[in-house]
C-alpha cells in the first residue's frame, strides 16, 4: 500500500531520515536545523559513530595535520536531532519504509541516501591511497624512500578518477619531505589522464599546479592513462611506460546494491537536477552516493544544502528552492603554505595562497564548515563566505599575520615549557593555514613527548 504524505496540523512534524554520516550527510541535517527547525523530525543513520575527517589524511603521514572525527551523537543532539548507529538494508519506497541493518523498520516522510562510495583498488600492485586507513601504508613507503631503497616513485591517476587533488598532494609533500629532511634524492613522477594538472578548476589553478610541480622537482606525465604496475615500471594505456620503483594511486569508486533503489553505472543513484531520486517520491541523494561525476566533499555539501531546502519547501517552510549551480572550491597542500583554489559558476578560476572563503577548511560546506570549526574552539562562525576580491600574492614579499603570531606563540609557549599551551597555539596555526608548516610538524610531535613526560612526572 501506498503511502502519501499529507498537509497535516501545525505542529506535526515530518519525519526525515539521513542514511550517511559523512559529509553530505552531516551537512543536511545541520542545514535542515537550521532553516526549518519547527517542523523536521531528524533521524541521522550510519554504521559507524563518527564522522572522519578524511582530507587531511594526505597530511598525517608527514605529521602536518591530523585526521580529525566528529561523534555523530554529539552532532545530532547539538542540533536536536537523533542518531541510530545502524546501516541502510534496503528501502521499501512503496510503504515509505527503510529496513536496517539490525533489522529495524523505520518509517520516513523524507529519505536521504548519503552513504557516500566504496573505494576500490585501480591499479593492483600499487600502493592505494583512500584515506585514513592507507596511512600507515604510505608512512611505510616513505620510510623507503628516506633510506634510498625506493628511488623512482610514480604518483598514478587511474582512468574514471572523479577527484585527482589528492595524488597532487601526496606527490608534493613527498618531494617537500624529502628536501626537508635531506633525504636522498627521488625521481617523483605524476601521471594523470588530465589535459592539465586539476583542470577541472579552470586555467588560473592549473598553471599554478604545474609551476608548484616545476619548482618542487617533480615531473607532470598528462594525458597519459595508467594501465598496469610491473617490476621497475609503470605501463601505460598507450604502451609505454614510466620507470618506477613503486606506484601510488588512487582508487576507483562504487556504490553497493541498494535493494528498493534505483542505480546506474557503478551503483550511482539516478536523480533529477535537485537530486530527488528518479522515481521515488520524497527520496533524495547527495554526495558520492549520487550520479554527480565529481566526488569532492564540498560539492558533496552543496548537494546537500539543495536538498534541505527542497525538503524544508515540501513541509511548507517559506523557502525557495534554487537549482543547482556548483562551484568548485579546493585546497591544494604542498609547500608551506597552501594553494587555495576556487572554479565553477559565478566565479573565474582563481588560485592563490590566501584564503578564498571563510573559514577555511579543506570541506567548504555552507553549515558543516563554520561549526567544525566551532568545535576546534573557536568563536561561533556565520555560514561559510566567499571571498570574492582575495590578496593578491606578492612573490619573494613575506605576509606576516596571525599564522605568523599563533607560531610564535607556540615557541613561546614552549620555551617555557607550557607544551600544552605550546600544542593549543599549533591547533589555531593549523586551523588557519589548514596544515601546519614542515618544520612546525616536527616541533609538535617533539612537544607532544615532551608533555607525556612531564605528565608523567606528576
Known amino acids: 500500500m501506498s503511502i502519501t504524505v499529507t498537509e497535516g496540523r501545525a505542529d506535526e512534524r515530518r519525519k526525515v531520515l539521513i542514511a550517511g554520516g559523512g ?32 582530507p587531511l589524511s594526505v597530511a598525517e603521514p608527514f605529521g602536518r595535520a591530523e585526521t580529525r572525527q566528529l561523534p555523530l551523537a554529539e552532532l545530532a543532539a547539538d542540533h536536536g536531532a537523533h542518531y541510530r548507529r545502524d546501516g541502510l538494508a534496503r528501502v521499501d519506497p512503496d510503504r515509505r519504509v527503510v529496513h536496517t541493518s539490525a533489522g529495524a523498520e523505520l518509517p520516513y516522510d523524507f529519505l536521504v541516501l548519503a552513504m557516500g562510495a566504496r573505494a576500490n583498488v585501480a591499479l593492483p600492485g600499487a600502493v592505494t591511497f583512500r584515506g585514513p586507513a592507507d596511512i600507515v601504508a604510505f608512512e611505510k613507503l616513505l620510510e623507503g624512500v628516506e633510506e634510498g631503497a625506493v628511488r623512482r616513485l610514480a604518483f598514478a591517476v587511474p582512468h574514471g578518477v572523479a577527484w585527482p587533488l589528492p595524488i597532487y598532494e601526496l606527490a608534493l609533500m613527498t618531494a617537500a619531505h624529502l628536501a626537508a ?31 608548484l610541480a616545476e619548482e618542487a622537482g617533480v615531473r607532470l606525465l598528462t594525458s597519459h592513462a595508467p594501465s598496469s604496475v610491473e617490476p621497475g615500471r609503470l605501463v601505460l594505456m598507450s604502451g609505454a611506460s614510466v620507470p618506477a620503483d613503486r606506484v601510488v594511486a588512487l582508487p576507483l569508486l562504487d556504490v553497493p546494491a541498494i535493494p528498493g533503489v534505483p542505480q546506474g553505472p557503478r551503483g550511482f543513484i539516478p536523480t533529477d537536477p535537485s537530486f530527488r531520486v528518479d522515481g521515488l517520491e520524497g527520496v533524495y541523494a547527495a554526495g558520492d552516493v ?20 527542497a525538503i524544508a519547501a515540501a513541509a511548507g517552510e517559506p523557502v525557495r528552492a534554487t537549482p543547482f549551480h556548483p562551484v568548485l572550491r579546493g585546497i591544494l597542500i604542498a609547500g608551506e603554505r597552501p594553494l587555495h583554489m576556487r572554479g565553477g559558476d559565478g566565479f573565474d578560476p582563481a588560485a592563490g595562497s590566501e584564503p578564498l572563503w571563510w573559514p577555511p577548511g579543506k570541506v567548504a560546506g555552507r553549515y558543516i564548515t563554520p561549526y567544525l570549526a566551532e568545535r576546534r574552539g573557536d568563536l561561533p562562525h556565520p555560514p561559510l563566505a566567499e571571498i570574492e576580491h582575495p590578496v593578491p600574492d606578492e612573490e619573494g614579499v613575506d605576509q606576516p599575520g596571525v599564522l ?8 613561546s609557549s614552549a620555551q617555557s615549557e607550557d607544551y600544552e599551551g605550546a600544542l593549543r ?5 593549523e586551523q588557519l593555514n589548514v596544515v601546519l608548516p614542515i618544520d612546525y610538524a616536527r616541533r609538535r610531535r617533539a612537544w607532544k613527548r615532551a608533555l607525556a613526560e612531564q605528565r608523567l612526572e606528576t
Do not use: C
Open 404 to 411: 605568523e603570531m599563533s607560531l610564535a606563540a607556540a615557541d
Open 425 to 429: 597555539w599549533l591547533d589555531a596555526a
Open 181 to 211: 629532511a635531506r633525504a636522498p634524492e627521488a625521481d617523483i613522477t605524476i601521471v594523470t589522464p588530465e589535459r592539465e594538472p586539476l583542470d577541472i578548476f579552470g586555467p588560473a589553478p592549473s598553471k599554478r599546479v604545474r609551476a
Open 23 to 54: 559529509v553530505a550527510g552531516a551537512e543536511t541535517l545541520l542545514a535542515l536545523s537550521a532553516i526549518a527547525p519547527s517542523r523536521l523530525s531528524i533521524e541521522l543513520i550510519a554504521p559507524d559513530p563518527d564522522l572522519t575527517y578524511r
Open 290 to 309: 549520487s550520479w554527480y561525476p565529481i566526488k569532492q566533499g564540498g560539492l558533496a555539501a552543496q548537494q546537500a544544502d539543495l536538498v534541505a531546502t
